[in-house]
Each structure stands twice: as C-alpha cells, then as structure tokens.
C-alpha cells in the first residue's frame, strides 16, 4: 500500500507511527510538506533533537504537491491546516485517491459539494478523523441510550475545556493553527468531537444557538469560549443539548452528562469513567476504562479506514457525516456573531 501525507504536524506523525505499527514495511509512505519546519515528535509531544521526518519515519517527501501524487497513492491523509483541506482533498480526488481527512473537513462550504459529487461519482473511500467515536466510554454512553437504560431522555450536558498554550509545549500557541482565524482556528473549528459525537448520539439539530467569543487575554484573533444550545429530536421528542467549549480550562474537564427521566449517565474522560445511575437502584453502574490508552482510538479509526479501503467495511463517518457535523459549527458561527437563533 501507498500512502501520501499531505502535513507532518503532531496529528500526521500520529498516524504515520500508527501506520508502521499496522503495517510496517508493508506501507509506502510519501508527503508532501509545504513548509516542512515540523520538528520530529516522540509520542509524548517531545521534540526528539537532532532528528528529521524523512529518516526518522522512512518518508519521501516533495514539495509540490502534483509531483507527489503523480506517484500515484492508494490513499491521502489530510492532515494540514483546516483551511487547506479541500484543495488538497480535490486534487486527491481527481487523482483517483481515497481520503481520510482530518476534523473538521474544512472551514466553510466552499466546494464541498464538488468534492462530494467527485468522491461518489469514483466509488472512493472517505474517512473524516473524529476518533472518539471509537472511545469506549462515549460507546458506553451509547448502547445504554439505545437500550432505554435513563427512560424518557431529557437534557445533555457537554463539555470540553483545555488550556490552548499547554496542548502543544514545542510550539507557541500563537502562531498554532488553533489560535490564527487564517488557518482555520478557534473553538468551533477545532474542539469540533464533541459537536460530532453529540451529532451521532443525538442527532441532527434543527436550531442552534450561540453566545461567546473571544473572551481570555489569550493573543489570538479566533473565540476561544463558547456555549451552544442545540435544538435536537429525540426518538420523536424535543432533547435541549448544551455543548460548552473553551481553550482555558486548567486542569482539563472533557464530560457528557445524559439526564431522562428514569436515570442519568455521566462520562468523565480524564476519571477514565461512566457512571450510569437508575432510580431504584441500589448504588450506581460504574463502567471504569483506567487501562485505556488514548491512542488506541487512532488506531481504531485507522484499522477501520484500512478496511473500507480493502471493501472490508463501510465508512462510520463519510464525507456527507463530516459535512453534517461541520454545518452545526458553522451555524454556531452564525449565531456568534448575529445573536440570533439559527435554522438547519
């Protein structure tokens, strides 16, 4: 198999270690690398000195971006930032490859439906990278859902809040593509799992509504706090869902609260948790995954697009799923900043 990485920051050395952990000397890897400043990365998000990308992970780089899939790749991993997704996925497309694109697939609409229309019409794979779809405690949460575990379900509460200057200690957060709106960053675009799973657990929304922004002293030109109500259905009925996203919370608080009528669940990432309490029942269900190592929802992910690629198995989040889950954030956008309620 060949394989075109198309940026070689922490995400896209991520799945390049994974790919020679699943496949070893059985994979190709090639990339193409604009900039090529990226440091090698120990797993730890340590700068391993002295080191380059393309012996230490026995690459080929180019620089332009045709030479490269002139190569003719089985596959391209989308991994640069938001902004430059869909140029890069187009090309891609056109060349016959299949993609697995990096969350969220882009930073607005713009030729979307082009690249759709060109994936579907070529029978090719498409994989948009939201892992904790494959975490399983979000799983959990899930199949206790789908069994009627809490009743008549009534509200959720979700959370994800993390201190942006500590997520990448080899970079300045200013200059990460998190922190600059010209790459495609701020809270919607990039804390964007926990607006997908809230998609595959409950559902598309009819209305969104947002308020926030950028509210820190953080040096950035993108929000950096949100709260979002989503207008949801049920099984037939109306569910509020409260999603809270920021890039400030120290220590760490990543949550999913799930209240009905006859129970509530709460999964807690960092307590490696979910607690499901039912009334009348004598103590809570605790469903504890201490053991879980956090990579090996890359890994899940990864084994599943190997196998969609094989014809093994159908995408869990194809390209018309990412679109979807990026059109709540996009409308989240919209309220941000009119104040209004939003329609889907």
Not at 29 to 56: C, F
Not at 81 to 92: D, G
Not at 180 to 193: D, F, W, Y
């Amino acid at each position: 198999m060949k394989v075109l990485m198309c940026g070689l920051g922490s995400i896209g050395q991520r799945h390049v270690r994974n790919l020679r952990t699943l496949l070893g000397d059985q994979v190709e890897i090639l990339a193409y690398r604009n900039r090529a400043s990226s440091p090698v990365l120990n797993a730890d998000m340590t700068v391993k000195s002295g080191a380059d990308l393309e012996s230490t992970y026995q690459i080929r780089s180019f620089t332009n971006l045709d030479d490269a899939l002139n190569e003719k790749p089985d596959a391209v991993f989308i991994t640069n930032p938001n902004t430059l997704h869909v140029p890069v996925a187009l090309a891609a497309a056109r060349s016959g490859c299949h993609l697995f694109i990096e969350k969220p697939i882009s930073h607005n609409l713009d030729q979307l439906d082009e690249l759709l229309c060109l994936v579907e019409k070529n029978g090719l794979v498409t994989f948009v990278a939201y892992q904790f779809r494959f975490h399983p405690g979000l799983r959990w949460v899930r199949s206790k859902m789908d069994e009627g575990r809490l009743g008549h379900i009534i509200s959720a509460h979700i959370v994800n809040g993390e201190y942006l200057p500590g997520w990448h200690p080899y970079e300045d957060y200013r200059e990460s593509y998190a922190a600059r709106a010209e790459l495609g960053g701020g809270s919607l675009r990039v804390q964007t799992h926990e607006i997908d799973y809230a998609l595959w657990l409950f559902g598309m929304p009819r209305q969104v509504f947002a308020m926030g922004g950028h509210l820190s002293n953080l040096e950035m030109d993108v929000e950096d706090s949100v709260n979002m109500l989503l207008r949801c259905e049920y099984r037939g009925t109306p569910l509020p869902v409260h999603i809270h996203l920021d890039y400030l919370q120290k220590p760490p608080q990543r949550i999913c609260e799930v209240i009905g009528d006859a129970g509530k669940l709460r999964y807690d990432y960092y307590a490696n948790e979910v607690v499901l309490h039912e009334l009348g029942a004598p103590a809570p269900l605790r469903y504890s995954f201490q053991d879980f190592d956090r990579n090996q929802m890359f890994m899940d992910e990864l084994q599943h697009f190997l196998a969609c690629v094989r014809g093994e198995a159908q995408s869990m989040i194809d390209l018309r799923e990412g679109i979807r889950s990026m059109k709540i954030g996009l409308a989240a956008d919209q309220s941000l900043k009119s104040g209004q309620i939003v329609d889907l």
